[in-house]
């Protein structure tokens, strides 16, 4: 593959904001992507797949590079891939040969896998044998998974009108909404997406709502709702009939949602935002179901997001285990009695899991609820996301 000056001096540029910045490579890709509109879908394809590799093997890159420099950093990385560099100054100094060698002596897990040491230490403590294969699985690119939107479509009629514009899909085992692309491409521009035929949604990510059990008529609270993309597979499932109150306590993450839902067809969903703890005590008891998917590590979606490794912390991680301990306290007082409550995040590690669960259940508020069944998604077993869905219900008496 040939590589040229002006999109090579993008994928330099975006690292050095992720890296020297501080800034999320999601929010940095779409805008380099944005600021050159000539661009062709090769062009791009080669940008962001060339910053997310970059991100996702940065510490394996900046070990075995010989200087800190950002075009040197991507010349060792274009070098691991097997392939060949122009003749460019940027390059001068780089050897293939020397480059696979010392990456064939290291013996270094973490450096191998490119991931802190703090990290490496806390999944093979808390995920024993199953850590390596399951780093290892979540250092691969993520799939393209699509959720048709059963409320204007099926699952088979869209993979045929995906099939006439060339667009190849299968449908997964065990997903009964989801499709997922045979390679990957922007399918944000795609006429059935403008239609609302379907959202894209990681298989993982889909088995949450149908956790719930959800039936039409029922009145739903997601009180993590973020951008709304677990209500609105809510709403499909309840066949637009009901209530859904999609609340979160930051209110520009739910600004999207009523877009979403318009695009959708959907009428039910209901956008609030957390205000405090009044919020709460005014919809006591009020739930036939409530979806608590609570902000967590995000270690289980490391395949589509992998800055998160670089921007987490063993502190940050307590912090977060804390929140969700206290909006397991908090937010169960919603739901009815005879309810089903869903506990969920997008981590692979016990101690945001089950262990959370475990713990508030031996709480005095928890008592009054009983576990159902759990599931804990390793992305080695699914091939999807890391996930963990745990399903309670509150006592009838």
């Known amino acids: 593959m040939k590589l040229f000056t002006n999109t090579v001096y993008a994928v330099v540029q975006a690292i050095d904001e992720i890296f020297n910045d501080n800034r999320y490579a999601d929010k940095v890709i779409e805008r380099t ?206 066949e637009n009939k009901g209530r859904i109150l999609s609340m979160d306590t930051e209110g520009w993450k739910l600004q999207n949602t009523k877009i979403r839902a318009r695009r959708n067809g959907i009428s039910i969903i209901e956008p609030k935002v957390i205000e405090g703890s009044k919020t709460i005590k005014r919809l006591s008891e009020s739930a036939d179901r409530v979806l608590l998917d609570v902000p967590c590590s995000g270690l289980g979606v490391l395949k589509r997001n992998p800055d998160t490794k670089w921007k987490l912390s063993p502190e940050s991680i307590e912090k977060v285990q804390t929140i969700q301990q206290e909006i397991l306290q908090n937010y169960s007082s919603m739901v009815k009695k005879g309810g089903i409550m869903v506990y969920a995040t997008c981590s692979i590690l016990p101690s945001e899991n089950q262990h959370q669960v475990e713990k508030f259940l031996a709480s005095e508020k928890g008592k009054e609820f009983e576990l159902l069944e759990d599931q804990k998604v390793l992305a080695q077993e699914s091939g999807f996301d890391g996930f963990y869905i745990a399903k309670l219900k509150r006592k009838e008496a």
């Open 33 to 238: 992507l944005k600021s050159n509109p000539k661009w062709g879908a090769r062009d791009r394809g080669f940008i962001a797949e060339s910053v997310y590799d970059m991100v996702r093997w940065w510490r394996l890159i900046n070990f075995l590079s010989p200087s800190k420099d950002t075009y040197q950093l991507f010349g060792t990385y274009w070098l691991l891939q097997g392939r060949t560099l122009p003749d460019w100054r940027e390059f001068k100094g780089l050897d293939g040969d020397g480059i696979h060698r010392r990456y064939e002596r290291l013996n270094n897990r973490a450096v191998i896998q490119s991931i802190p040491d703090w990290l490496d230490e806390m999944g093979a403590e808390q995920l024993g044998d199953k850590w390596e294969e399951e780093i290892n699985t979540l250092n691969q690119q993520a799939e393209v998974v699509l959720r048709v939107n059963t409320l204007k479509i099926t699952r088979e009629q869209l993979m045929n009108r995906l099939a006439d514009e060339e667009i190849e899909s299968y449908a997964p085992k065990g997903y009964k909404d989801a499709l997922v692309l045979a390679k990957r491409q922007n399918v944000f521009k795609n006429s059935a997406f403008k239609e609302g035929l379907f959202e894209v949604q990681d298989a993982s990510s889909q088995l949450v709502a149908t956790a719930l059990d959800v039936e039409p008529g029922m009145r739903v609270i997601d009180a993590c709702a973020g951008a709304g993309g677990k209500s609105l597979h809510l709403a499909a499932l309840m």
